[in-house]
């Protein structure tokens, strides 16, 4: 019962505060949306894998030139954009684009007169994008030349210069075909498009990973309880009483606990019905993964508190473990894509079980039954920290 | 029974022993000053009957209860006033009290009825709803007391409760545990104005240095100077140069120095006044004042130590 009454002492102090209030509630909203806006913008931008490629004319498009846009912009490789010379240039610059086909003036002319009509493509062939444009466009801009030299032989041998065109798109036409009906089939070897980590929704990452960063940060909160009833000396007033150790830190405990829990719960209903981020699709296993989380935050930090000797050697221990526990615990990017040493440390920590319970019911889609390891890990280190606590309390302070 | 009983109580921290066996026996009912200068052993003596520390050897008894074989029971007979106010300061002078009640397993109807009282007792019904960072400091050590009396324990032990507050503070919390002993608590109070324990006290241990240098009622300690007579000196410097020659006086029995401010006790101050004065003019320094004093508590301490008491 006087557990009871430490617990409710503790958040009552905790009410008081104004300041707490708003970190509790308003900064984890906020740094959701951030991380999930930062999220969703790393995928819009490498959502399209085409090469954009600059198109310049130095003068009004004639037929044939045409000819040569329109088979390029059917290209499923190549994003092609008309431009004026000095915007493409620009836009080369700026990385817009990765390279300029520049079609010269009298292009038709020389066509027409059998001269070279010198294409022109400004990129960086020393890179594997500007080699690639050059490869796309080796063979049409080919297979069109072979087109047109088709047709002046045509016009030479029946002797009519209405025979041109004729036999310059019939002849475009059976390249058109023949690329068709290839007797080697080239398939496209860059495997299977991956699908988002995330799923289809940024936030199944950004969402659990506040959650649980927020809820480590409750380490500071949970270590200073302990300090500031040594300052205050109720600390020492609390031990003359018949209250144990252990009771003093269960009691404490108890209390960061709701406060993370409450946390964590908040954060979960705005995830779900703000983000969509479907945490109820297990429930069970989403309130399981969150009392987990609260007992194994709030007993560490009570381990903090014993250990530290002044406020600033709590925020010192407690800012040492966030950035451990955030940065290897998969909070920030999922340990799958971080490479065996460091996904193997990193399950070590409890942090990262946390990630893994809450990403086995939103990204992986997972059942009840995947979650009783994470919650059993996250409770071992809870009983752990909790008993390393009494005893570090015990030994200091009688 | 003793409602404390204190059977040679020692603690060290590491090589140094601040409690050297201690021996103090309080009846049921009575107020038991421990007085000494800082640094004596007071208050660590007090934390060891508290239960905050455990003694390196020996015992300590509470209503009979071993302090360190049964702690639940001792401390539940027990009510401790720490030197520290020990309260906390965003919480009201009521919401600090209902939980130190409960901490003591006061609930429901008791526990309202005796917070009503205990706030009366100290004066603060008017206050009780304002928040503890609020008040004075007098005003927090009357909440301090009266958070230790929340269960009405058998024996209070109140480790210096007037420090650092004001005279009508103080004069409060002193009718406050006349009124707490008329009510039939015994009370270990710890202080070092020698005032307060010769006004509250039915016996006193003096304690120096980790022992109890001499025990017994005020008019018994007194006795222990005999007929002697205190003189305090005032000069216009440091007078620590001339104390050995003044100790050569005849009938100087005891002399202490600081700050220009001297004591001494001495047999007959007739014949010892003009000496003393003598020596200090040969010594260069100028008499500023010259007070002839009974002896009390002070001159007891000086008597036994050699030293005075505010050291």
Redesign the interface.
Known sequence: ??IL?LVL?DL??ML??KNSALFLVAMPIVFTFFMGYAYRSGESSAADPRIPLAWVEEKSPAEMSNMLYTHLADMDSLVITRMELDDAQNALQRGKVDGILVIPAEFDQKVLENQNPQLTLIADTTTATGQSIYQLLRMPISQLMSSFEIGRMSVESLNDPNEFMPTVNLAWEKWASHNLDSIVRVEQAVGQQEESWYGDNPYNQASPGIIVQFAIIGLVTSGQVLMQERK???L????????RPWQIIAGHMLAMFAIVFLQTTLMIIFGQFVLNVNYLRVPLGTFLIAISLGLWVASMGLLIGTLAKSDNQVVLYAMLAMFVFSALGGTWFPLEGAGGAFASIGKLLPASWAMIGLQNILIRGLSLSSLWQPVAILLVYALGFFILAVWRFRKVE? | MNAIEVKNLKKSFGSFQAVKGVDIIAQQGEILSLLGPNGAGKSTTISML?????PSDGDAFIMGYSVTDQP?SA??K?G?V?Q????????SAR?NLL??G????LRGSDLKQRVDEVLEMIGLTERQKDRVGKFSGGMKRRVNIA?ALMHKPDVVIMDEPTVGIDPQSRRHILDNVKELNRQGMTVLYTTHYMEEAAELSDHIAIMDQGKIIAFGTHDELIKMVGEQTRIDLTFNAEVEAIIPAWKEIEGVSGIDASDGKVTALVDDSNQALPRLLEVAAQGGVRILSVDIKEPNLESVFLHLTGRALRD
Do not use: H, N
């Open positions: 019962m006087k009454d002492k009552r102090q008081y505060d205050t000396r109720t020492q007033r609390l031990m003359t009483t018949t209250m009688m | 508290s239960g905050l520390i455990a639940k401390k539940e027990l401790v720490p520290d106010i020990a309260l906390y300061p965003d919480l919401e939980f130190w409960k901490m003591y397993d958070a």
